[in-house]
């Protein structure tokens, strides 16, 4: 029974870092563009992609207004964005693997800390 009780409470505490973690990685993914702050998630990131492609396939400008995350309108250059996100995107969830390998590797809940 205590090993039950001591399993528990370690998958408890992993599971709470897992989500700790993840939410510290979540509140990095932003990136600051034109005076606005701009959260890289895959649907802006997907816009951007689409717009570029649009651009290039049929003479569209790269040009845009998006609303940054307080909703106030920003003119953007999808280009330029799209790299910023990129880099942000890959940075933090570069990070975010390499933190949750390590957490995998803990087995006991004394182990694991903030």
């Not at 563009?33 to 890289?40: E, H, Q, T």
């Not at 689409?50 to 909703?71: E, H, R, V």
Request: proline share 2%; net charge negative; with cysteine.
């Amino acid at each position: 029974m205590e090993n039950l009780e001591t399993y528990a409470r370690e998958r408890f505490e992993l599971n709470r870092q897992k989500q700790t973690l993840k939410e510290q990685q979540q509140q990095r993914l932003t990136v600051t563009y034109n005076g606005g702050l701009f959260r890289v998630d895959m649907t802006l990131l997907n816009y951007l992609y689409m717009k570029n492609a649009n651009a290039g396939l049929f003479q569209q400008s790269t040009k845009s207004i998006l609303p940054d995350s307080y909703d106030t309108p920003i003119e953007i250059d999808c280009v330029e964005l799209v790299k910023l996100c990129e880099e942000r995107w890959n940075e933090v969830h570069n990070d975010w693997y390499n933190e949750y390998q390590e957490l995998k590797t803990k087995r006991k809940a004394g182990d694991v800390s903030v």
